[in-house]
């Protein structure tokens, strides 16, 4: 047991511990309207199974990262497991929508295992060498959120949405089954007590290039939060697709999330976090608005808009793996509290737009406000990747691998 606890995860552990984290988002997603009629509530309230999970998950963000930092990778990741799945357990047998909610905030335990696995490859890569690795990670578990929403359909329009939870249970004490045996230790420099560890915090505060790296990152999944918590309502309103169709039609916006994560993996070593961001703000920007054009013009279908949104998600292949590289690159000592401090931010920020799409979004113009909610979060992400970038060209900073 000693030395499992000291054998770094191997890649395909860092790959399921994060896929699991982003399929705990979406995979019920395409059920959200049976179980809004399912308890009798109305579709804002059934949502707030997305947005009150994000809600939570930005506190998880704050506490894992630095507790990690504090007493090492391998507990906290392993209770955030436990915890998940005793909660999954807890949404299947809810009786009620608070129940269901309550057990649903629970869940957002699991966060440690997307917060651990970029501290992880922080930890056991040269900072040039992280972006790729996130890339590579984050191309390979997009398998997962891409299958989650068809899996998920098909369970809802088999067995009902409960099924989805016990697929969740399931799926989290195997995880753990596997992380005990595998996932050792990687954090050789703790910090000596916790509230030092705390204290740390003001120094990624006072980075313009940290919140510049956070700001986009927030923008950028902000377009895949507006996507899956709009797209239910506006897709089926729009052309009457069942949840397992839908399902299908959701997990569209992944492959173009594994292919830019792809492209990342490749090309990263070569150019800067900064240009990366960029690139990929450009090419979501170019797909939203095209699809936008083509509604304009009656071309009105669930390829104008599915196929705009596979842009959104290769653009975030695309920016993501730097930007979060960045983020953990500027302080190596504190990457856990890194992950933690801008993850919480780009889950609040998330879990404040999924409150506002899902407030406002309607069957009559739902295509149109799901397009250009998500328009305008790409805009404000290439906004803060240019700002990463003004900071390094006009204010003579140091690069971000060189620990200032």
């Not at 999944?221 to 309103?237: D, R």
């Not at 993501?320 to 000592?333: K, V």
Request: hydrophobic share 50%; net charge neutral.
């Amino acid at each position: 047991m000693a030395y499992v606890e000291r054998t770094p995860p191997g890649f395909p552990t860092l790959v399921l511990l994060a896929a699991l984290s982003v399929l705990s988002l979406n995979m019920f997603v395409p059920s959200l309207p049976h179980i809004a009629a399912d308890f009798a509530v109305d579709y804002a309230l059934a949502s707030l199974a997305v947005a009150g999970y994000m809600a939570t998950t930005a506190i998880m963000h704050l506490l894992i990262g630095p507790l990690s930092d504090r007493f090492g990778r391998r507990p906290l990741l392993l209770a955030g497991l436990g915890i998940f799945s005793l909660a999954s357990i807890g949404c299947f047998l809810a009786a009620n929508i608070w129940i269901f909610l309550g057990f649903r905030v629970l869940q957002s335990a699991i966060v440690a295992g997307w917060v651990l696995s970029l501290a992880i490859v922080r930890d056991t890569s040269e900072p040039g060498e992280t972006a790729s690795r996130i890339g590579y990670v984050t191309m390979v578990m997009a398998i997962g959120p891409m299958l989650g929403p068809m899996l998920g359909g098909a369970l809802d329009d088999v067995f009902g949405w409960r099924a989805n939870f016990a697929c969740y249970a399931l799926l989290g004490l195997g995880t753990f089954a596997w992380c005990w045996v595998d996932a050792g230790e990687t954090n050789r420099n703790r910090s000596s007590t916790l509230t030092r560890q705390f204290h740390e915090y003001p120094a990624l505060v006072r980075s313009r290039r940290f919140w510049g790296y956070t700001l986009c990152m927030v923008f950028s999944t902000g377009t895949f939060y507006v996507f899956i918590t709009g797209v239910p309502l506006a897709a089926s309103a729009a052309f009457g697709l069942s949840a397992a169709t839908l399902g299908f039609y959701m997990g569209t916006i992944t492959v173009g999330f594994a292919f830019g994560s792809f492209l990342s993996g490749r090309l990263a070593r070569r150019f800067e976090f900064s240009t990366m961001m960029i690139a990929g703000r450009i090419v979501a920007l170019c797909g939203l608005t095209g699809g936008l054009l083509l509604f304009a013009f009656g071309q009105v279908s669930v390829f104008s808009l599915f196929g705009a949104t596979i842009f959104a998600g290769l653009g975030n292949g695309l920016t993501m793996p730097s930007a979060n590289a960045g983020a953990m690159s500027l302080r190596p000592q504190l990457a856990g509290s890194a992950a933690g401090l801008a993850g919480a931010t780009t889950v609040a920020g998330g879990a404040a737009l999924t409150s506002i799409v899902g407030a406002i979004i309607t069957t009559e113009h739902g295509v149109w406000q799901l397009l250009g909610a998500m328009l305008v979060c790409v805009v404000a992400g290439l906004a803060a990747a240019v700002y990463v970038r003004r900071v390094d060209r006009l204010e003579l900073e140091p690069p971000p691998d060189s620990g200032s």
